[in-house]
């Protein structure tokens, strides 16, 4: 090759547009790939949020997802009541009328205090909006509010939390699969609590 050709080869900037393509585009790639995992995840967050109000709101008019025996049905006489008389739980308040019961929860549908045909119809109406929910994955607590009547039905705060579920994504298995586990690989734990209603499955 002759002197002139090669400066005219070195001069040649015909395929420059090619070669800033390709030394980009990688970057763009990665780029929008990760825009697209980060609406992914926030889709996910976001339904699963709404899956625990839904099944929130759906638990206080159904039975309790726990036992009788570990949830009473009627507010009980404290000492210093008399049958009829609110319930109180205001603050540094030490004489509530009503017995003051402990929270009681029933975590993955089974164990001693769990109503498990009552804990499965709440994660069945979570699972119409999320899917991937699953029973292992929900937690139902019934906490006393201080609401009602000493003699009449209890009518408890009711939580629901969803955890623990799979982020299904490539991009977040890829991290998990080098760097250990993520936290892009499960959904971050969300709850809702609603106010106790009836808690009863009667004409629903």
Known sequence: MRPNSINRFIRDEGASGTVEF?????????LAFIVMEIALATFWWQTAEVAAQIGARYAVVWDPAVTSTSLPTTNVLNGSGSYGQSCSISAGSTNDPCVQ???VSCAGGSGGSCNSTAFNAVVAKMQTVFGAVQASNVTITYSYAGLGFVGGPIVPTVTVQVSGVPFVSGFADLLAAFFGTSALTTVPTMSATFTGEDLSSAGA
């Open 22 to 30: 390709v030394a980009i585009s990688g970057f763009f790639l990665v």
């Open 101 to 103: 019961f402990s929270a």
